[in-house]
Nanobody, 126 residues
């Protein structure tokens, strides 16, 4: 079992930067693929970024590629999403997610993740 707690959401003006973090409980964190997803009101949950258990592989959604960076610190059971050049359309609740399969490849679909945090709101004003 893995529990995830996000933090760091907030409000920022367009063009600004913000970081959100996720702290995981459980001994297997360092062997799990981690992902970030987001959901805006009235829209489906969207893949944002994912990182492999080692941190050696990452994947990004097309809408955030080149602007967002995912990183992890296995010693601290933490995964962070750095968001630069934010746009109004980045406004959403951001969710941290953890795979349940150890040492798996990077995954980009919500169905691939077994554990989810409660979400943190990011609001970008134009």
């Amino acid at each position: 079992q893995v529990q995830l707690v996000e933090s760091g959401g907030g409000s920022v003006q367009a063009g600004g930067s913000l970081s959100v973090s996720c702290v995981a409980s459980g001994r297997t964190f360092s062997r799990l693929c981690m992902g970030w997803f987001r959901q805006a009101p009235g829209k489906e949950r969207e893949f944002v970024a994912a990182i492999s258990w080692s941190g050696g592989s990452t994947a990004y959604g097309d809408s955030v590629k080149g602007r967002f960076t995912i990183a992890r610190d296995n010693a601290k059971n933490t995964v962070t999403l750095r968001m630069d050049s934010l746009k109004a359309e980045d406004t959403a609740v951001y969710y941290c997610a953890a795979d349940s399969v150890i040492l798996a490849v990077v995954k980009t679909t919500a169905e691939s993740y077994a554990y989810w945090g409660q979400g943190t709101q990011v609001t970008v004003s134009s």
